[in-house]
């Protein structure tokens, strides 16, 4: 698996917008798209991953956008658990689960986002048999939306918590990834980051991506 860089435009950019991204940014096999849900369509391109997904099959739902949706848009990752989606929607470590499984079950691999304080309900509250397939991003809240990632040492024990749980875990970093620190993480075996902020201007992003080391 390549090093992913995995662009997290939340709720932002409009058409025009997106637009001017991709003007300047051509696919490489580390780069994953998750912009929002009206624009997936524009980034075919690219290695995709939606930013949410339905804890429910297709049926009566209304609003929601289920996982079969998403896999035939090409969709490939998909984040789920992120802190702001915990905080301002009020998401459950069961229904994160949930979701898991959804997404799961027609191909799409997971990206789960936790703090410290997530890792044993989330745990709890998945399929054990469902441990290998997820992706898991450490996504400390102080550092979200800044400049400064969490120390070195605290990434470390995050990992050192989730290995308690499944030792061969796969692990990414989200929190103020930057192009002024991303050469700091590469030490960490990490199997990617999530980037937010600096993945909106195309040449921030770039930037992140041309420091990665081919064999990432």
Same mark, same amino acid.
């Given at each position: ?37 009206? +624009?997936? @369509? ?11 997904? /339905? ?52 191909? $799409? ?9 997530? $890792? ?19 996504? !400390? ?13 605290? $990434? ?5 918590? =989730? +290995?308690?749980?499944? !030792? ?13 620190? =991303? ?7 990490? +199997? ?6 600096? /993945?909106?201007? !195309?040449? @921030?992003?770039?930037? $992140?991506?041309?420091? =990665? !080391?081919?064999?990432?």
């Amino acid at each position: 698996m390549s090093f992913l860089v995995v662009a997290n435009f939340k709720s932002n950019k409009s058409l025009a917008e997106v637009t001017t991204w991709l003007e300047t940014v051509k696919p490489t096999a580390n780069m994953v798209i998750a912009p929002s849900f009206p +624009h997936l @369509h524009l980034f075919s391109n690219f290695a995709l991953a939606a930013q949410d997904v /339905s804890p429910f099959p297709q049926g009566s739902y209304t609003g929601a956008v289920n996982a079969s949706q998403l896999q035939e848009l090409g969709v490939t990752y998909c984040i789920v658990g992120h802190a702001e989606r915990r905080h301002y929607f009020h998401e459950t470590a069961g229904e994160i689960a949930g979701k898991i499984r959804e997404l799961l079950a027609v191909g $799409i691999t997971p990206i789960l986002c936790l703090e410290e304080s997530d $890792i044993t309900p989330q745990f709890a509250a998945l399929d054990e048999e469902y441990y290998l397939k997820c992706l898991y991003c450490f996504e !400390p809240t102080g550092e979200i939306g800044g400049t400064v990632t969490a120390s070195l040492d605290v $990434i470390e024990k995050f990992k050192a918590k =989730i +290995h308690r749980f499944y !030792p061969e875990a796969r692990f990414m970093y989200g929190g103020s990834v930057t192009p002024d620190n =991303i050469t700091s993480l590469l030490p960490l075996n990490l +199997h990617g980051v999530l980037v937010a902020s600096a /993945s909106l201007d !195309p040449a @921030h992003y770039l930037s $992140i991506i041309n420091q =990665i !080391p081919h064999e990432k």
